[in-house]
Every structure is written in structure tokens, then in C-alpha cells.
């Protein structure tokens, strides 16, 4: 059994149910369609974290489903921003506490402003990072939105 991450902890102090999903991970292939089909997922249930820089706000944080791109302009306006950029992939860590491709939007050591496509809160079950490479959390997507404060929109 994984040892329990940061994120998993915070979703332990909140009551929030959930179950670890391990799977072998590749540097070459970090992608989260990749990661669904390890872990046995439609695409459209993992979402991936990804994180960006607004010109007005800062560093903001974003969960969109594997299968899909990010509409910058939709997350440049619900943020507050006129434009957003991705953050460079060396900063990432110094940023949240986490590497490339174990990225989690729990436990990140520093509270950014968090959006979520808003197709996530159709599902019983979404998977997201639980922070590590190789491990994921399954949960219910209402709640992952209310325990993070997050805002939805149409972000693909």
C-alpha cells in the first residue's frame, strides 16, 4: 500500500472519502490520458493540475479533464485576468511543493486561486494527483470542488 501524501492527509482531516490507485509511471510519459489508462478511467474523469501565471493575479491553478486543452481566455476571465501563460516547468516545484507530473491541487505549499472545469462535479468519481508520481486519488467531484474552495467554469 502507498504511504499517504500531503493531499491524502488533508482529505483525511476533512472526512473526505477517497481510495489510492498506484500505477507504474514513466519519465517519457507523464501525459493524463497516459495515466487514465493505467488506472482505468475514461479521459474525461482524470484531470490533470495544471499551473499558470495571470498578468493580475499571479500563480492560479487549474483541474481539467485528460482528454482536454485549456481555454486560456476562459480561465484568463474567471481569474480576474487578461492573460494567463503556463508557468515554466522549473518553477513548478519551488512554486507547490510538487514535480512535473505529480502535481496535486491539495496540499500545495502555497494557497493559489484554484478552477476546476465544471464537468467535474458530474461525476461520482474523478481522479486527480494524490501528489507523487505514480499514485492517484479517487474521490467524489462535488466534494474535491467544496474542499477546495475551487471555482468552476468552461475551461476547455
Known amino acids: ?68 486543452e485549456l481555454n486560456m481566455k476562459a480561465l484568463s476571465s474567471i481569474s480576474g485576468n487578461k492573460k494567463v501563460e503556463m508557468v515554466p516547468v522549473k518553477d513548478i516545484q519551488s512554486l507547490t511543493g510538487y514535480i512535473r507530473g505529480g502535481v496535486s491541487p491539495l496540499g500545495v505549499k502555497k494557497r493559489y486561486p484554484l478552477y476546476v472545469d465544471k464537468s467535474a462535479s458530474a461525476y461520482d468519481t474523478i481522479s486527480i494527483s494524490a501528489g507523487k508520481r505514480g499514485l492517484q486519488i479517487f474521490l467524489n467531484g462535488t466534494e474535491f470542488i467544496e474542499i477546495t474552495d475551487a471555482k468552476t467554469a468552461d475551461l476547455t
Open 1 to 68: 500500500m502507498a504511504s499517504k501524501t500531503i493531499a491524502c492527509r488533508l482529505l483525511d482531516t476533512k472526512k473526505i472519502a477517497y481510495t489510492l490507485h498506484e500505477y507504474e509511471w514513466d519519465e517519457n510519459n507523464l501525459d493524463a490520458k497516459h495515466v487514465a489508462n493505467l488506472v482505468g478511467l475514461p479521459y474525461e474523469q482524470v484531470f490533470k493540475t495544471l499551473v499558470l501565471k495571470g498578468d493580475k493575479t499571479g500563480v492560479v491553478m487549474t483541474c481539467i479533464p485528460a482528454n482536454s
